[in-house]
């Protein structure tokens, strides 16, 4: 049986479940999800398709004797590169409810090119979302850690 998209989310946000990210189409069904981190998720969007993705960041914070990890979560609009104007208009009427599926996001990214989703791109803007404790660390998955 399938999972639904709110359940997948549920999972995606919770940090004793290893999956770690959810890619929903535009009548937001699950068309794939994983627990491969970030590279795994870009390499599952379709190029002809508007795919809505949340996924999960941690901020690691290892101050020696203490290490918390705070879970972050972004919430992403892919426009496949084979999408034509008038299609993706239409789907693109779908993103606040997308949006409200996966409640709760601390980011949110467009994006219409994989290049442009780096650990980088997202760990920039979340540390501007963030709040005057900056993190050590950022973990995108599993040996996808980006020291800061």
Known sequence: ??????TAWDEVCDQ??????????????????????LEEMKAAFDDSEVQFAGFVVYGIDDRGSTVSKRTKTVFCVWI????????????LRCKDEAANLFNGHNLSIDVDDTDDLTQKAI?????????????????????????L
């Open 123 to 147: 760990a920039d803007r979340l540390l501007k979302a963030g709040g005057a404790h900056k993190p050590t660390a950022y973990d995108f998955g599993p040996e996808q850690v980006m020291e």
């Open 80 to 91: 496949g590169s084979g999408v034509g104007a008038l299609a993706r208009g239409r789907a």
């Open 1 to 6: 049986m399938a999972v639904d998209a709110a």
């Open 16 to 37: 004793a479940n290893d999956r770690n990210w959810v890619i929903v189409n535009t009548d937001l069904e699950v068309v794939s999800t994983g627990n491969g981190g």
